[in-house]
Each structure stands twice: as structure tokens, then as C-alpha cells.
């Protein structure tokens, strides 16, 4: 065999080679990598985008914080406030409640003080009946003189 024509022949078989490769394997490998490169790009695109609704959910979360916390404030002052009306409204009702029990000891002692000098009128009426019947040595009659000791009773 003459070596110009074994390097024609290769010549061929190897465009032969190039054709077949260029037709029927090169298109499926470039299909799979435009596919591959747009899954790429598409899988960038989502995670940019998935970023991006990130952020907005942040941003959302720390509104909704703020608002609640603020919502929290106002109720805890709130609260706060009727609890000080509450003991206010509590302080008063004890304060009246013990000027009614002030006033109803001043009216027992009152009372007590006027059965004490009803007593003790009774006791000074008797005295002074023994006093007179010592004086005059005989018994004075408690039904006849009833209206000397009521006088004396009122004089005292």
C-alpha cells in the first residue's frame, strides 16, 4: 500500500468521522448543555427571587414585632391604669367603710356614755335617798317621793 493513499483514506474515514460527529453526536451534547445551562440560570433566578421574598418576609416580620410590641405597650399602660383605679376605688371604699366604723363606735360609746349617766344618776338618786333617811333617821317612801327623784334625776 502506497502511503498517499492510505492518508487520503484516512483523510476520508476522519471527515467521515467529522460529519457523523457533527450530525448526529454534537447536537444531543449541546442540547444537554443548553438544557443544563438554563436549569442553572433558572435554579440563579429562584434563588434570587426566594432572596428577594426573604427579605420582604423579614421586613414583614419585624412590622408585625414593632406592631406587637407596640400593641403590648398599650395594654400593659392600660392595665397599669386600671390597676391604679382599681386600688384608688379601693382606698376609698376602705376610707368610707371606716369612717362608717368610726362613726359607729362614736354612736355606741355615745350610747354607752348615756347609759352610763343614766347609772350613775340612779346610782347618785340612791345616794342621795340614803342620804336624806340617815339624815333623818327614818325610811323615806320611794312610791310617794317618785317625782323628788325624777327632778332630782333631771337636775343632775
Do not use: Y
Amino acid at each position: 500500500m502506497n502511503i498517499n493513499s492510505t492518508l487520503f483514506l484516512q483523510a476520508v474515514v476522519f471527515a467521515i468521522l467529522v460529519w457523523f460527529t457533527m450530525k448526529f453526536v454534537w447536537p444531543p451534547i449541546t442540547k444537554a448543555l443548553d438544557e443544563r445551562a438554563q436549569k442553572i440560570a433558572d435554579g440563579l433566578a429562584a434563588a434570587d427571587k426566594a432572596k428577594a421574598e426573604l427579605s420582604a418576609a423579614n421586613a414583614k416580620v419585624e412590622a408585625e414585632l414593632a406592631q406587637s410590641r407596640t400593641e403590648t405597650a398599650s395594654r400593659l399602660a392600660d392595665a397599669e391604669r386600671r390597676a391604679q383605679s382599681i386600688i384608688e376605688e379601693a382606698k376609698a371604699r376602705a376610707t368610707e367603710e371606716g369612717n362608717k366604723i368610726v362613726a359607729a363606735a362614736r354612736a355606741e360609746a355615745d350610747q354607752q356614755m348615756v347609759k352610763a349617766r343614766e347609772t350613775l344618776r340612779e346610782q347618785v338618786a340612791a345616794l342621795a335617798v340614803k342620804g336624806a333617811e340617815q339624815i333623818l333617821r327614818k325610811e323615806v317612801n320611794a312610791g310617794v317621793h317618785a317625782d323628788l327623784l325624777g327632778r332630782l334625776k333631771t337636775e343632775l
